[in-house]
Nanobody, 115 residues
Framework: VQFVESGGGLVQPGGSLRLSCATSGFTFRWYAMTWYRQAPGKERELVAT????????NYADDTKGRFTISRDNAKNTVYLQTNSLKPKDTAVYYC?????????WGQGIQVTVSS
C-alpha cells in the first residue's frame, strides 16, 4: 500500500491549497477516504470524509463551506480543496483509507497558514 500526498505548503491567510493523495496497492473504489489533520500539541482530528462511491461527504464544523473533499476512482486519488484558509488550519494533513477493519494512512503533508 502506498500513499503519495502532495499540494501542501505555506499560504497566506485567505488563500487556497489543493491537497492530493494518490494511492496504490489496494482497491481504492471500495474504501471510504478521509482527510485528518494534527496541529502541534493537539490530537488528530477529522477534517472531511467521502464515501467509496463519492456520493456523500461530511465535514468538521469549522471546515464546512471552506473545504471540499472529492475523489477520482479512475485515478485512485482523493483531493481536498481548501479555501479561505486561516492560521488555525495550520497542521499536518493525513490521508486515510478505511473499509471494515482495513485502515491505511498516508505519511502526512504540512500545511502552514501564515502572513
Amino acid at each position: 500500500v502506498q500513499f503519495v500526498e502532495s499540494g501542501g505548503g505555506l499560504v497566506q491567510p485567505g488563500g487556497s491549497l489543493r491537497l492530493s493523495c494518490a494511492t496504490s496497492g489496494f482497491t481504492f473504489r471500495w474504501y471510504a477516504m478521509t482527510w485528518y489533520r494534527q496541529a502541534p500539541g493537539k490530537e488528530r482530528e477529522l477534517v472531511a470524509t467521502i464515501t467509496s462511491g463519492g456520493g456523500s461527504a461530511n465535514y468538521a464544523d469549522d471546515t464546512k463551506g471552506r473545504f471540499t473533499i472529492s475523489r477520482d476512482n479512475a485515478k485512485n486519488t482523493v483531493y481536498l480543496q481548501t479555501n479561505s484558509l486561516k492560521p488555525k488550519d495550520t497542521a499536518v494533513y493525513y490521508c486515510n483509507a478505511k473499509r471494515g477493519t482495513m485502515d491505511y494512512w498516508g505519511q502526512g503533508i504540512q500545511v502552514t497558514v501564515s502572513s
